[in-house]
């Protein structure tokens, strides 16, 4: 069951059947649980099953595992405090992991991650629950990255970097070693991170610089 029903949620869903049709991947898509009906009742092939709220409800005493995907850059630390007030355990979360993309095998992560095609996770890099790692991303060796960060398409995050809870790194940008990315910052797109970016804090452009 996927939680979300828009943008990166229908990639995901399309990559786990992806998996399914053309690697053998044995998991398969219950469907969406989100709370706007302006969708209807199926998107992009996939059913509606219930809202937000109610998935946990409908599906607590089956095997249904699920993946949290409501991320949006502009409300991370509301759609954080969301997911953590809808009491679902989190052992009862997946990991996916596209079959093309690279994971090292020091790489460790906990529950309800997200890693989508063409990704490469080098070397003992670490991830701790929910975080979404887009197509094409590529985190460098010993990156640690805490709970909910959103890593866009075609990022470069070097080694040692830290990636905070409910952090957002934006399309096609380049943080450089050593980095901290602190809880709920966003780096906007096509950015250059040359120093840290401090907690809550706006920052984009190459180098990237903090915008208030």
């Given amino acids: 069951m996927i939680i979300g029903g828009k943008g990166t949620a ?15 991947y044995s998991t398969t898509v219950l469907g969406f649980a989100i709370d706007d009906p302006s969708l209807g009742k199926e998107i992009g092939g996939f059913r509606v099953v219930c809202g937000v709220r109610e998935a946990w409800t409908k599906f607590r005493d089956t095997e249904t595992d699920f993946i949290f995907a409501l991320y949006r850059p502009d409300v991370m630390f509301e759609r954080v405090a969301l997911l953590r007030e809808l009491g679902i355990p989190v052992t009862r979360f997946a990991n996916f992991v596209h079959p093309s993309a690279y994971i090292s095998r020091t790489v460790s992560m906990g529950h309800g991650n997200v890693v989508l095609s063409h990704a490469c996770l080098q070397h003992s890099v670490s991830l701790g629950d929910f975080n979404i790692i887009n197509s094409h991303v590529v985190v460098e060796h010993e990156a640690n990255f805490r709970d909910g960060a959103f890593v866009a ?15 957002f790194v934006g399309l096609n940008s380049t943080v450089r070693e050593k980095m901290v990315i602190a809880d709920y910052a966003f780096v906007g797109m096509a950015s250059t991170v040359v120093q840290s970016i401090g907690q809550g804090v706006v920052a984009y452009g190459v180098p990237a610089r903090p915008r208030r």
């Fill in 10 to 24: 229908i990639n995901i869903a399309e990559q786990i059947e992806d998996a399914r049709l053309r690697f053998g």
């Fill in 153 to 167: 398409a075609c990022a470069c995050i070097g080694a040692h970097v830290r990636v905070g809870t409910g952090a």
